[in-house]
Structure formats: C-alpha cells, structure tokens
C-alpha cells in the first residue's frame, strides 16, 4: 500500500477555500485515491474518490495531476461545521480490501 | 451507502472484565472490518472479519484478546477481553459498499467509545 503524507494541521476561517494537500510518491497503477472525514467522537465520512485529473461531487473537489504522486483534497467556502480531520488513503478498488488509515490532517475552521 | 449500528455507543468497563461490542448493518456486505481508535490517534485495523470464516487478524492483535464472530452477511460481534485501561479506546465497525459498485468504499458506523477504570 501506498504511503501518504500530509500536513498535521491547517487553520482557515469561515467562506475562505481550503486545499489539504497529500503526497502519495509510490502510488501504484491500480490505486484510487480516497478521502475521509473525521469529526470528534464519529466514524470517519466518505468524501471524494478519483484516479486521475479531477473530481467533483457536492461537498469537495479531487484534483489529482498526471504523474498522481500528489493529490489536492479541495473544500470550497469552508464553514466552521468542517472542522475536522482529513485522511488521505491510497488503495486498490479491490473487494476485501482494507483502508489503512494515516495521521490525517486537522483542519481547524474558525469566525 | 450502508447504515451501520453499533451498540454500546459509549462504556466505562471495570479492568480485567470483558465487553462485547456489536455490530449491525442495514445490509448484506461480505466483508466487515473492526478498527481501533485511541484517543487523539488515527484508525488502526484490528481484523477483517468473512462471513462463515475465521476473523484475519492484523499483527499486533490476537484473536484471545479480541475474538470476532461474524455469524451472517448483516451483523458481527468483537470482544475486548480482559480489559486493562490501555485498551480505552474508539472500535469502530465498518464494511464496504454493499452495492459493490464503488470499489473498496468503506462505511463506518458510529464508533464504540470505551473507557477501562
């Protein structure tokens, strides 16, 4: 499994967009990248998922460039409701597969 | 998406007693996995749990600590055996994508909050 990194922690305030950046050097041809999101004292919250270029559903936008070493989680207008911690996972869209979980990233969202 | 109960949501357990944690999703998935949360820490898988098979346990856990049982395709069950205060923690249950149609998506239920005194 591929390994990530990405930042421990980022502050924001309220309306502005937050980009949470995630290195993943030895991804391999059959890996997804996928997104979570962690709030206290819940289960990690599917976010987004994509291989390549970008990806857009209603709560944030993948953008994954061609050499996918690297992958760019972005939240539009973040509202203190984001507060939370982001993971960055790098797998195979293979059935039985586990996730293997990273540090995350903290992302802290005030007015 | 698949909705996932966990029961109990949140316990104070007495060291060297044992708890078992259940598990119940809204729909038939093949594989369910048990993830643990210590506090301030990120998800650390304990097993990965098949209907009608033994639990794979991941290295680091034992099934005599954490005995899994995952007796259909909707519900299983994981023990925290002879408790000690190190074993404070989230268990978190969690399953694929039951439609089978977004790869290795995972769900996760509400989390098991696990105090030891």
């Known amino acids: 499994l591929a390994k990530t990194t990405q930042p421990i922690s980022m502050d924001s305030y309220e309306g502005q967009e937050v980009n949470i950046t995630c290195s993943h050097n030895?991804?391999?041809?059959?890996?997804?990248i996928t997104w979570y999101q962690q709030f206290p004292s819940q289960g990690p919250r599917f976010i987004i998922q994509?291989?390549?270029t970008k990806v857009t559903n209603e709560v944030a936008s993948l953008f994954i460039p061609a050499d996918r070493k690297s992958s760019t989680l972005s939240l539009p207008r973040v509202s203190l409701s984001d507060t939370a911690v982001y993971y960055c996972?790098?797998?195979?869209?293979?059935?039985?597969?586990?996730?293997?979980f990273g540090k995350g990233t903290t992302l802290s969202v005030s007015s | 998406s698949a909705v996932i109960s966990q029961k109990p949501s949140r316990d104070i357990c007495q060291r060297g007693t044992s708890l078992t944690i259940q598990c119940q999703v809204d729909?038939?998935?093949?594989?369910m996995f048990w993830y643990r949360q210590q506090p301030g820490q990120s998800l650390t898988l304990i097993a990965t749990a098949n209907q009608g098979s033994e639990a794979t346990y991941e290295s680091g856990f034992v099934i005599d600590k954490f005995p899994i049982s995952r007796p259909n395709l909707t519900f299983s069950t994981l023990t925290v055996s002879n408790m000690s205060p190190e074993d404070s923690s989230i268990y978190l249950c969690?399953?694929?994508?039951?439609?089978?149609?977004?790869?290795?998506?995972?769900?996760f239920g509400e989390g098991s909050w696990l105090t030891v005194v």
């Open positions: 729909s038939q998935v093949t594989m």
């Open positions: 030895n991804i391999a041809t059959n890996d997804y």
């Open positions: 996972l790098v797998g195979e869209r293979q059935a039985g597969t586990a996730l293997i």
């Open positions: 969690s399953v694929e994508d039951p439609t089978g149609r977004a790869g290795n998506t995972i769900y």
């Open positions: 994509g291989y390549k």
